[in-house]
Every structure is written in C-alpha cells, then in structure tokens.
C-alpha cells in the first residue's frame, strides 16, 4: 500500500537556521512527490514538485529513491517561513496520498 | 486566491441530520476534489469529480456522495451526519490530467455534536 510519512509533527527553528521536513514514502511504483504549504489565514497551496526540480521559497527537495525520501530543505530559516506542511505522493490512480503534515515554527 | 467558494465556511448539527457541503469554482477547472483533515491524518480524499456529472471515490467516501451537475459546482453530502465526520472540509480543483489539486478553498468547519 502507498504511504507518505512525516515523522515529525512540531519543528522548531531559529531564524536564520537551517530548516529540514522529513517525508518518507512507501510505493512500489514511479513515485510523484509534492510539499504542499499552508501559512496562517490562508489556504493551501502547492509548494513545489519534485519533476520540476524546482526551488520555490528558497525551499528545495530532492528525491531519494534509495532511501524513499523526500525531504524539504531551506539553508536558512526565515519567520514567514512558519506554516503547516504536506508532504504528497501521487499513486498510479492519480489521486494523491498526504502525510500527517509537520507544523514549523520559526523563532525570531 | 484562485475563485474557489465553499459554503458554509462554518456548520454545527446534530447527529443523524443530513448536511450538504458547496463548492462554487470560477476557474473552468475540469477536476475538483473534496478532501477532509484530520489531526494526525493530513489530508484524505473523498471524493473527486474528473467532469459533469461523472465523479469517482477517493480513500474515505463511506457516509459521504457528490454530484456535479454544472462546471463550476461540486456538492458533497453527508446523508446522515455522525459525529466521526466532525472535520475541516477543503474543496480542490484543477486543470490538468495529473491528479494532483493545484488550487484549495478555504475550508468548511463542519461539527456534528
């Protein structure tokens, strides 16, 4: 079965620090991943993907098929930074699996 | 924002009642979804509409239907409410083919006592 696993529910940060979500996925396909954001007061929004190997934020994630992973990084922490993330894996079906979801918080 | 509206954006009712849920898009999005979150759960499909009146269960649509009779509106039903079904209900859409939701609404707080 698809799973999507986000070990860490609270992370805390400094600002300035660098930041690191942890997402792990069981599949037995070709994985589709995506991080998905929601600030306070505003609505969900796709982050980013990992086909576009894109840098949205300052935020990167790469995939890591050997270790199932799919972790979202950025070198340095800034407080707008502070939201709910979800990590997504998108089954053959095409309907996408969310992790629980990690909440970040960014401390001045 | 992309023009997604859900109503009622807040609900509290009584277990055993029925309860629709709306999405009104104006993006002329073919797909739209409904998904529940949870605590502990992140977000979890329920049901997803890939055109008019043509829809498809996602991972938790026990208890709950849709229909979609017009492009731009996506009901979601819960015949008869309980109180496992107290959640934060977000609407979805999207463009393309690749099933991932690109635009979320802003959520019904739906709370069956």
């Known amino acids: 079965a698809q799973r999507v696993t986000q070990p860490e529910k609270l992370l805390s940060v400094f600002k300035g620090a660098p930041v690191e979500l942890k997402c792990n996925y069981s599949?037995?396909?070709?994985?589709?991943l995506f991080w998905y954001v929601q600030y306070s007061r505003q609505r969900l929004q796709l982050l980013l993907r990992?086909?576009s190997r894109e840098s949205i934020k300052g935020f990167t994630a790469d995939l890591n098929k050997g270790e199932t992973s799919f972790h979202l990084k950025k070198p340095f922490a800034q407080e707008e930074d502070s939201a709910m993330y979800y990590c997504a894996l998108r089954k053959d079906d095409y309907k996408l699996s969310f992790g629980a979801g990690t909440t970040v918080t960014v401390r001045a | 924002d992309a023009g997604i509206t859900q109503s009622p954006r807040h609900k509290v009712t009584e277990t055993g009642t029925p309860v629709t849920l709306r999405c009104h898009q104006t993006?002329?999005?073919?797909?739209m979804y409904w998904y529940r979150q949870d605590p502990g759960h992140g977000l979890r499909l329920i049901h997803y509409?890939?055109?008019?009146?043509?829809?498809d269960k996602g991972e938790v649509s026990d208890g709950y239907s849709v229909s979609r009779s017009k492009t731009e509106d996506f009901l979601l039903t819960l015949e008869s409410a309980t109180s496992s079904q107290t959640s934060v209900y977000f609407c979805?859409?999207?463009?393309?083919?690749?099933?991932?939701?690109?635009?979320f609404g802003d959520g019904t707080r739906l709370s069956i006592l």
């Open positions: 599949y037995s396909g070709s994985p589709e």
């Open positions: 993006e002329n999005h073919r797909y």
């Open positions: 979805a859409i999207s463009e393309s083919t690749g099933g991932q939701p690109q635009h």
């Open positions: 509409s890939y055109g008019v009146k043509d829809t």
């Open positions: 990992h086909i």
